[in-house]
């Protein structure tokens, strides 16, 4: 995947550092026959590949601008990507002055968060304290004993994989992109 990213004429650091956690994102969630289908099998013979379950959507720079002024305007989540068939959500959220009361971790679910615009504190990790079950898979505690404290502004990533505790707090403004996957983890 690099060697295309690195040909690309246009290519430049920035745009490949943007548009590397969802390539990855998606390498990960997607099952290896899709990642893999080949028209031509090992012994010569033509076959058809698997149509992917979804077609490819293509995020583009100005779309991604024109959907950060308005969450910039009325913020809030403006959800790129959900799809009942392939495991992974990708959502663009601009959040003012907000902060979790709790931390919350899933046992289905990995997010990768990437800063577009502002910053946010992570608190990530640790040992949650009289943690409860919110529905199947969902937790909330309090306290996470031992978590780590991350600043992250423009251009940063977070990988939180699931069962990890996490909480953010947003003192001013911050714009990002979360990926989820979701589903069983491939051994």
Known sequence: MWFTFAMAKVQT????????????????ALPDRLLFASTTP???TQSTASAA?????????SALADDSKALAA?????????????PLAVVLTTEVGKSAKEFEWHEGR???????DGSTLYEVGGTPKNPRNTRT????????????SFKLS?????????GTPHM????GSVTFILISSSGAVQA
């Open 13 to 28: 650091r920035r745009n490949f550092l943007q548009a590397a956690p969802l390539a990855a994102a998606v390498s990960l």
């Open 42 to 44: 090992a012994d010569g």
């Open 53 to 61: 379950p979804v077609p490819f959507q293509v995020f583009t720079a």
């Open 74 to 86: 009325k913020p809030g989540n403006n959800a790129l990507f959900d799809s009942k068939t392939i």
């Open 110 to 116: 990995d997010h990768i968060v990437q800063i577009v």
């Open 137 to 148: 898979g969902e937790w909330l505690a309090p306290a996470s004993e031992g978590s780590s």
């Open 154 to 162: 423009k251009g940063d990533m977070l990988l939180i994989p699931r």
């Open 168 to 171: 953010r707090s947003t003192e």
